[in-house]
């Protein structure tokens, strides 16, 4: 099975593997056995060409006529996209969006799974949320050290996203999910991803009041 | 003050509206007058002049030498993106995701009220998540005649993503925010937006396996 250890994907790449997934998924549960890039391609409106070059990365070549093989291609993009992989993760901020996210389930399937909570409100340190315990701040060096995490998610207020960015970095962190509408900066190496969600928001009401 | 019925953004420029707010939010709680393009290009590192243009498209000009008011450009910013107004919403798929987004309080302070619930598993049904109704996807049409909205959230597993979304449409929705990781294709026209959580963990996974 191939691994994705030494495969640096480009971001737009990336971004199409999981849509593929999701639409093998489909094709999977209904035992549908081959299934061509031109398929592919008319299901999800990405090009066919970009399809298998996408798919070329992964060392994946449909064969003529008959196209991908459904149950390879599902082992091979999960495994690719680290979906089958256990990765730890730590929440900052506790308040709404993260409980939330540490009691959405879904995430462990994808290969997330949040062992900690962070907060500085004293109603919050000590509590669970969906079996993931609350910590103080002050004691993150302590956790990472009895249960190490290499991902961040950032829930805090805005005001506090770089400070707790920083934070977290300092402590090991390798990797941050930023759900603030801030622009943390962080040194160059450690990987970051916004989940830019109040400018979906912004986008849908624009586009909303354009219509009607 | 400025109402965004009329003026459409580019895409770019609408996703960089919420930046700048919750940086302007920062500077308004440290009681901060004036800030120029160059502050917040400093701080967002976003271009000055890129700045400039974006607000220009809002009317906002900042003053020689002084900047924008602080408390004006947040005002504006906040009102223009439709964070100020009441936006309803439903949400198809009442599962960990669909329950923790109505969970989420966050939402509604940024105008976003989740006004109801639908799912098909009988246990889901006439029940509440964090006070909204979960009702089967059969009583769409009916609920929408007395409690209406305009935007679907999707959080029903990929297999019924595009099914689904032709219901909600058909019953009148008019913005799609799209949670599960298939691209649901809806006519021109319906808006859409896809917050793909799990591109951004395949983003994440594959780049922290490039660094270890």
Partial sequence: MISNHHIILPEPSLRRLPWYL?????????GVEFVSS?????????????????????????????????????????????????????VFGAGSLGAALMQDSGLSRYGLEIVAGFDVDPKKIGSTVAGVRIHHIDMLS???????????????????????????????????????????????????????IYAHLALIFNRLNAES
């Fill in 38 to 90: 031109t398929q592919i391609s008319r299901a999800l409106n990405v090009d066919a060409s970009q399809i298998a070059k996408d798919l070329s990365f992964l060392s994946l070549k449909g064969k003529t006529r008959i196209g991908y093989e459904v149950e390879a291609l599902y082992d091979t993009l999960s495994e690719f996209l680290g979906f089958r992989t256990s990765h730890k993760a730590f």
């Fill in 22 to 30: 999701a639409y093998i998924e489909i094709l999977k549960a209904q």
């Fill in 142 to 196: 302590e956790v990472m050290e009895s249960s190490p995490a290499s991902i961040g998610i950032l829930t805090v207020p805005v005001e506090y996203a770089q400070e707790t960015a920083d934070i977290a970095i300092g402590e090991g962190i390798k990797a941050l999910w930023n759900f603030t509408p801030y622009r943390v900066k962080v040194a160059e190496g450690v990987v970051m991803a916004n989940t830019s």
